[in-house]
T-cell receptor, first 111, second 114 residues
C-alpha cells in the first residue's frame, strides 16, 4: 500500500543551526501537507503544497515539493527553542481526502 | 476559535471493557477521522467518516468501531479493550472540498488499558 516515509527520525541541533527533514512517498501525490506537534500537544497544520517544484516560505521555514511530486522537504533556518517538536508530512490517498502521515521527525534544539 | 474537542484527556480502563471516545467539532466539517499515535509509528488511521452515518475503515480498524449519528460528533468505540490498544488517540476534522485547509486535531485522549 501507499507509504509516506520521513528522515531523519530524530535530530538534535544547537540553537541557531539549520534543520531539514525529508519526506518521501511511494506514490505520486496530488498535494502534500506539513504539520507540527509540540511536546505534549497535538498536530497543527502548517501548510499545503500542490504544484510540482513549489516552494513556500513561512518566516524561517521553507517548504518544497519535488518535481515528481513524490518527495518534499521542510527546512528551518537558524533554529530557535520554539521550533522544538515533531514535524509530520502527510499525503492524500489517491482520490480521497484521507491523508497518510509520515512517521515524523522529532527536533530538539539545544540552547 | 474553531475547535475539535475530545471528551477526555486521560483514561484508564480495564481489559475487556467497552470504551467510548467522543469527539465533537464546531466547524461544520463533513470529514472526521480517528487516528492513534504510537512512538516510532507516527499517526495511523483507524476510521474516518465523510458524512453523517457514513464510515470507512482506515489502516488499522481491527478491534474498533465508530458511530456518526450527528455531523458534529464522531465516536470511537473499543468493543473489548486490550492492552495493545494503550495509545494516544487523536480525532481530526476537515471540510469536504477545501483543499488548502488541512486537518484540525483535537487535544488527544491518552488511553491506558490495564
Amino acid at each position: 500500500g501507499q507509504q509516506v516515509m520521513q528522515i531523519p527520525q530524530y535530530q538534535h541541533v544547537q540553537e541557531g543551526e539549520d534543520f531539514t527533514t525529508y519526506c518521501n512517498s511511494s506514490t505520486t501525490l496530488s498535494n502534500i501537507q506539513w504539520y507540527k506537534q509540540r511536546p505534549g500537544g497535538h498536530p497543527v497544520f502548517l501548510i499545503q503544497l500542490v504544484k510540482s517544484g513549489e516552494v513556500k516560505k513561512q518566516k524561517r521555514l521553507t517548504f518544497q515539493f519535488g518535481e515528481a511530486k513524490k518527495n518534499s522537504s521542510l527546512h528551518i533556518t537558524a533554529t530557535q527553542t520554539t521550533d522544538v517538536g515533531t514535524y509530520f508530512c502527510a499525503g492524500p490517498t489517491s482520490g480521497t481526502y484521507k491523508y497518510i502521515f509520515g512517521t515524523g521527525t522529532r527536533l530538539k534544539v539545544l540552547a | 476559535d474553531v475547535k475539535v474537542t475530545q471528551s477526555s484527556r486521560y483514561l484508564v480502563k480495564r481489559t475487556g471493557e467497552k470504551v467510548f471516545l467522543e469527539c465533537v467539532q464546531d466547524m461544520d466539517h463533513e470529514n472526521m477521522f480517528w487516528y492513534r499515535q504510537d512512538p516510532g509509528l507516527g499517526l495511523r488511521l483507524i476510521y474516518f467518516s465523510y458524512d453523517v452515518k457514513m464510515k470507512e475503515k482506515g489502516d488499522i480498524p481491527e478491534g474498533y468501531s465508530v458511530s456518526r449519528e450527528k455531523k458534529e460528533r464522531f465516536s470511537l468505540i473499543l468493543e473489548s479493550a486490550s492492552t495493545n490498544q494503550t495509545s494516544m488517540y487523536l480525532c481530526a476534522s476537515s471540510p469536504f472540498r477545501e483543499l488548502n485547509y488541512g486537518y484540525t486535531f483535537g487535544s488527544g485522549t491518552r488511553l491506558t488499558v490495564v
